[in-house]
């Protein structure tokens, strides 16, 4: 059985997460042999891992972690560096790698292990080959000068997820529809991995949703028999007429998902009357929404307007673990999450 420790190390590696906070291994298992031949066959070789990080990315772990494996070596006569870690080393330094800018713009793939936040030690004993995994093409640093945030999965998704995680009986055999989809990452997590019957997947940006078609054939849900499907939704407008009434009839939304979508005072506005247009077509629909709180007041005036239009919200209590005590869907809680299950008025369920 794999050491707890490294199963944790590249589960964060091939997150993407920044070396700076890796759990990096401690030094006695750096030093043996065999640590380092696990190390490069999963986290560097391509012939295994087809879908690794980028090289720009590889190189700026591997650099510190051959630097750790020869501060642990003891005794250079017993212990030595792995010559296939060496050798990728000197290929990735001698490579013409993208320019920090021209990296910003590429995407890469992103893999996230998907298990509950509930039994954190027990979820590290899984072997690699056993773990459910959800793997997205990103561009997990484009942010400032982008016209859309939805190439990138943000923290409130990863939050969401890993409550749905926890609750999977929300998703269980329901059609599941998503609201500014971004990546997918909700959408495909429903689907693959917590028994979806169904998963319409919805962005306002069209580049955005062409993307989704991609993320869905990484992850085996491309020809499922029509399982998942993406769409241009633009929040605000009427549904009559349009493929929204088509899909509903043919898939009755059961619950409505949506995560770091409050973040735009301006669209708050539409969001919420597409809300109160979803809780007319299917009175009985329940949508969860997940947003991170960067600014109280926004986040406030999403409230606000669903309280003006009687909507029911109850607050859900689910809060993320300290970083260093997460073991799959790795994300910062430096910044408060909100998450609340929202019905339709009243009058309008008892119709």
Same mark, same amino acid.
């Given at each position: ?54 090289? $720009? ?38 490579? =013409? ?50 016209? =859309? ?49 169904? @998963? ?27 399982? @998942?499907?993406?769409?241009?939704? $633009? ?6 007429? =349009? ?30 009357? =597409? ?6 077509? $299917? ?51 430096? @910044? ?16």
């Amino acid at each position: 059985m794999m050491d707890p420790q490294l199963v944790l190390f590249r589960r964060q590696y091939l997150q993407l997460f920044e070396p700076d906070f890796l759990a990096w291994p401690p030094k006695q298992l750096l030093r043996d042999a065999d640590v380092q031949s696990w190390l490069h066959a999963n986290l560097f070789n391509s012939d295994k891992n087809p879908r690794l990080p980028p090289e $720009r990315y590889q190189l700026r772990v591997l650099k510190p972690l051959v630097k750790k494996i020869e501060q642990s070596i003891e005794d250079p006569e017993e212990d030595e560096i792995s010559d296939l870690l060496m050798t990728h080393l000197s290929t990735l330094i001698t490579s =013409t790698l993208p320019s920090e800018s021209q990296a910003v713009q590429q995407k890469s793939h992103v893999t996230f292990v998907c298990l509950p936040p509930t039994s954190p030690q027990q979820n590290l004993h899984l072997p690699p080959s056993e773990e459910p995994t959800l793997t997205l093409l990103e561009r997990p640093h484009l942010i400032s000068g982008s016209l =859309t945030t939805g190439f990138r999965t943000w923290e409130a998704a990863l939050h969401l997820g890993s409550y749905l995680l926890t609750s999977p009986d929300l998703i269980r055999g329901k059609n599941v529809l998503e609201l500014g989809a971004g990546t997918g990452f909700l959408s495909i997590l429903a689907a693959k991995h917590l028994g979806a019957q169904h @998963v319409t997947v919805t962005d306002g940006d069209e580049g955005v949703v062409e993307a989704l078609k991609e993320n869905f054939f990484f992850n085996g849900l491309d020809d499922e028999g029509g399982r @998942v499907g993406a769409s241009v939704l $633009r929040w605000g407008r009427g549904f009559k007429g =349009t493929w929204v009434e088509e899909e509903f009839e043919k898939w009755p939304v059961d619950l409505v998902v949506g995560a770091d979508i409050t973040y735009d005072k301006q669209a708050i506005s539409a969001l919420v009357a =597409t809300m109160r247009m979803l809780f007319e077509l $299917r009175p009985g629909v329940q949508v969860l929404i997940a947003g991170t709180v960067r600014n109280a007041e926004t986040f406030g005036s999403f409230t606000s307007a669903c309280e003006r239009n009687h909507f029911e919200m109850t607050e859900i209590d689910f809060q993320p673990r300290p970083i260093r005590e997460q073991t799959a869907l790795f994300y910062a809680k430096a @910044v408060p999450f909100k998450t609340f299950l929202i019905r339709g008025p009243p009058i309008e369920r008892a119709n």
